[in-house]
């Protein structure tokens, strides 16, 4: 995305050079290009994943919402500190590979598992 950046800014530039557009035009385009470019950034960070475990034997829910930022290291802890979790049947390198498609992108319900015992775990990117 950086490069992207830079290189728009560069062809911007190149066009006030050549006189193609005015230095006020320019301005205007990379005034433009940095609003956009800061958009489109804090719609990324403001993206949330949400894990709920719900085991209706023990009657005990485990809701976490994590900033995607916290993804990996927040599924690790969950991990490890929820026994509802472990007992779903999903490993560490199921996290793995959930961690890995959200970092390609992955949104919406990523996990739906319904176990025999009525337990449910959903994992979702929002």
């Given at each position: 995305m950086k490069n992207d950046f830079r290189e728009e800014k560069m062809q911007i530039l190149k066009m006030v050079e050549e006189g193609k557009i005015?230095?006020?035009e320019g301005v205007n385009l990379l005034?433009?290009?940095?609003?956009e470019t800061t958009r489109n950034t804090n719609k990324n960070n403001a993206r949330w994943l949400k894990i709920r475990?719900?085991?209706p034997d023990?009657?005990?829910n485990v809701n976490v919402t994590l900033p995607i930022s916290f993804v990996n290291l927040g599924m690790k802890l969950a991990y490890k500190f929820s026994p509802e979790l472990k007992d779903t049947g999903l490993d560490e390198s199921?996290?793995?590979?959930i961690y890995e498609a959200i970092k390609n992108g992955a949104e919406g319900k990523i996990v739906d598992i319904k176990g025999e015992d009525g337990e449910t775990v959903e994992i979702t990117v929002e």
């Open positions: 005015t230095i006020e005034n433009a290009l940095e609003t475990v719900h085991d023990e009657d005990s199921d996290f793995k590979d």
